[in-house]
């Protein structure tokens, strides 16, 4: 922010600002320029008449001037203002809308007073400065409690995704399990119904007949699902454990980085999985979970690089 505009934002007129910011003045020099040049008021002008101070009878019977206001005053509260930008911030602070033309000379600051009026100044600028401060560490603060509470709806959804696929794929073995139990039956019962054929003609007995087989569902293949992500469990060098889910056709690149981000702390270290055992190299960094057999879910071990 300019040094104009944090004037303008402590209550002083615009023109005043821009002017006590020119010359590249800083904070401290504009606030000084004001006390000391823009607070300062011309000095009253001298009676009409002559230049000694008496008046020849001519020039006393001439027309007198209009006499040029020496001030302004509020109607409504009685202060005396020294032009229209001390009128304009003077309405804008007090709500007041009465004013008129004074003949009354504001009499200019002395030093005690200047002094004073740059305390009072820079105790405001403190004032608006620990204000903006903490207004800025409020807004800081939301925005991290936000966040945070992204980060955990977005860790929700992955963990709920994830858990979704986990009881599919429990779900489709279930069924696969149930056909391959009910196709087993089935050849046990053909095996027996051979075997007794066999032994009633080597005993010269009427072959029985087979009891028709009940007919039997027919069995829905569910076709191999394409997955998008995939669940990676870390063991770390400090031998805890996380985990973390990724996109299937992201590259092994994007796994470093995250956790060179989160997890390295500036370490040197490799990766690799336990089983089957493979050390992956900078050649396979560019390469796709999903053609390294990382999807749906793999471990994959931290090494700390020596």
């Not at 608006?128 to 945070?148: G, P, V």
């Not at 900078?282 to 990382?294: F, I, Q, S, V, Y």
């Amino acid at each position: 922010m300019s040094v104009a505009q944090q004037l303008i934002d402590m209550g002083f007129p615009a023109e005043k600002a821009e002017a006590a910011s020119g010359n590249n003045r800083n904070l401290d020099q504009a606030l000084d320029w004001i006390v000391k040049d823009g607070m300062e008021t011309d000095a009253p002008a001298p009676a009409a008449g002559s230049v000694d101070g008496t008046a020849s009878a001519t020039e006393t019977a001439a027309p007198v001037a209009p006499v040029v206001a020496a001030s302004f005053k509020c109607d409504d509260c009685g202060k005396l203002l020294a032009d229209e930008d001390a009128i304009m911030f003077h309405a804008s602070k007090t709500k007041h809308e009465n004013f008129s033309e004074s003949s009354e000379q504001i009499k200019p600051l002395t030093a005690e007073e200047k002094a004073a009026k740059v305390l009072e100044i820079r105790e405001k600028i403190k004032v608006h400065q620990e204000k903006k401060a903490k207004l800025e560490a409020e807004e800081a603060r939301e925005k991290e409690r936000k966040r945070r509470e992204d980060g955990k709806a977005m860790i929700a959804h992955k963990e709920a995704a994830r858990d979704r696929e986990i009881r599919e794929a429990a779900e489709q073995r279930r069924r696969e399990k149930s056909e391959d139990e009910i196709a087993r039956k089935r050849v046990l019962e053909q095996i027996r119904l051979d075997k007794e054929a066999r032994k009633a003609r080597s005993a010269g007995q009427p072959i029985p007949e087979e009891k028709p087989a009940a007919p039997s569902a027919p069995v829905v293949v569910a076709p191999p699902k394409d997955y998008n992500t995939t669940t990676l469990q870390f063991r770390l060098v400090d031998g805890q454990t996380v985990r973390q889910q990724f996109q299937a056709n992201e590259p092994l690149a994007m796994v470093r980085a995250w956790i060179e981000t989160n997890h390295a702390n500036g370490v040197p270290f490799s990766l690799m999985t336990p089983f089957p055992r493979k050390v992956f190299t900078e050649d396979d960094m560019g390469t796709p979970l999903k053609a390294l057999n990382l999807v749906p879910s793999a471990n994959i071990v931290i090494n700390r690089l020596s």
